[in-house]
């Protein structure tokens, strides 16, 4: 089995800044993709960045330059620093991965349990 488990959300003013961090663990052969979605009251989930291994770091035009998405291999984890934050960056902020578990031929998909992340004015 695999677990996502995300900590680092909470509550902070307009401008200020978060660092969301993402720990995968469990039967992993390899990561070839860590991210960052989130989910707002009302809307559907979206993607906020992406980091394929080996590939070119995705960002939603909406947090360009302000948001940055790192990855320490070795330790299996995703990071998301969060800058100069505005109100509707207030959201449900989800994990995600795609793992090749150990003795599997395909990658699964999987995701965090989410952690809250509550800009205010």
């Known amino acids: 089995q695999v677990q996502l488990v995300e900590s680092g959300g909470g509550l902070v003013q307009a401008g200020g800044s978060l660092r969301l961090s993402c720990v995968a663990s469990?039967?992993?052969?390899?990561?070839?993709?860590m991210g960052w979605y989130r989910q707002a009251p009302g809307k559907q989930r979206e993607l906020v960045a992406t980091?394929?291994?080996?590939?070119?770091?995705k960002y939603a035009d909406s947090v360009k330059g302000r948001f940055a998405i790192s990855r320490d291999n070795a330790k299996n984890t995703v990071y998301l620093q969060m800058n100069s934050l505005k109100p509707e960056d207030t959201a449900v902020y989800y994990c995600?991965?795609?793992?090749?578990?150990?003795?599997?031929?395909?990658?699964?998909?999987?995701w965090g349990q989410g952690t809250q992340v509550t800009v205010s004015s």
């Open positions: 995600n991965a795609q793992i090749r578990r150990t003795g599997y031929l395909s990658d699964g998909t999987y």
């Open positions: 980091d394929p291994t080996g590939g070119t770091t």
């Open positions: 469990g039967n992993i052969f390899s990561i070839n993709a």
